[in-house]
């Protein structure tokens, strides 16, 4: 069974600090890795990394992937109150048509002023 | 452009009466279609997939079902609400691997 543990559950910062947030995983025929952004509703995509030691970045939003270690770390820098959210973790493997995501806990992420 | 439409927003409903969500996509074909369900904010559990009409996966099993009568469309339903049916409910949808998942806006159950 495909498996996503985040960490941490919860994280308290202020404006400007610097954040890291933790997924590792356990898939079979690992295809890639997803984060996602979650405010009030729906999830928006954030990244998908499918090589490792690659990066991603978007603005102030940076993720990398290491398959031989089989985690991914998501950074934001100089964060902002609306960086709040719970971040999802999700990984997806090759078999066949169906192309399941299996999602992590998340991350819950406050921002204080 | 692509389109995912979920509705109701927001349900409260009685233990032991029925449900019906419906989810529907614009501007694609022959989607990957899923429900998953939040619980807590948290972690998103997924219940049901289908890759085409007529064709559902279920991940878990529990007191709902799902059908796709139409290409573009995905219900899911229950005959009697348990109160461990509350949660919020996604509906998403994929056509490309490399893509991910687009996702409904979602609607928050509560059972009473």
């Known amino acids: 069974e495909d498996k996503v543990v985040q960490s941490p559950l919860s994280l308290v910062v202020h404006e400007g600090d610097t954040v890291t947030l933790n997924c590792s995983y356990e898939v079979t025929n690992f295809r890639s890795l997803l984060w996602y952004k979650q405010e009030k509703k729906a999830p928006t995509f954030l990244f998908m990394l499918t090589s490792s030691g690659i990066e991603k970045k978007s603005g102030r939003l940076s993720s990398i992937l290491d398959k031989k270690e089989l985690f991914s770390i998501l950074n934001i820098t100089a964060t902002q109150t609306g960086d709040s959210a719970v971040y999802l973790c999700a990984v997806s493997n090759s078999g066949g048509s169906n192309y399941k995501l299996t999602f992590g806990k998340g991350t819950l992420l406050t921002v204080n002023p | 452009s692509q389109t995912i439409h979920q509705w109701p927003a927001t349900l409260v409903q009685p233990v032991g009466s029925p449900l019906s969500l419906e989810c529907t996509v614009e501007?694609?074909?022959?989607?990957?279609l899923y429900w998953y369900r939040q619980a807590a904010g948290r972690g998103l559990q997924l219940l049901f997939y289908s890759v085409g009409i007529g064709q559902i996966s279920s991940e878990v099993p529990q007191n709902l079902s799902a059908s796709r009568p139409q290409d573009r469309q995905f219900i899911l339903s229950s005959k009697k609400l348990l109160l461990s049916d509350s949660g919020f409910y996604l509906c998403?949808?994929?056509?490309?691997?490399?893509?991910?998942?687009?996702f409904g806006s979602g609607t928050r159950l509560t059972v009473v």
């Open positions: 501007g694609t074909s022959n989607p990957n």
């Open positions: 998403a949808w994929s056509v490309l691997r490399v893509s991910g998942y687009t």
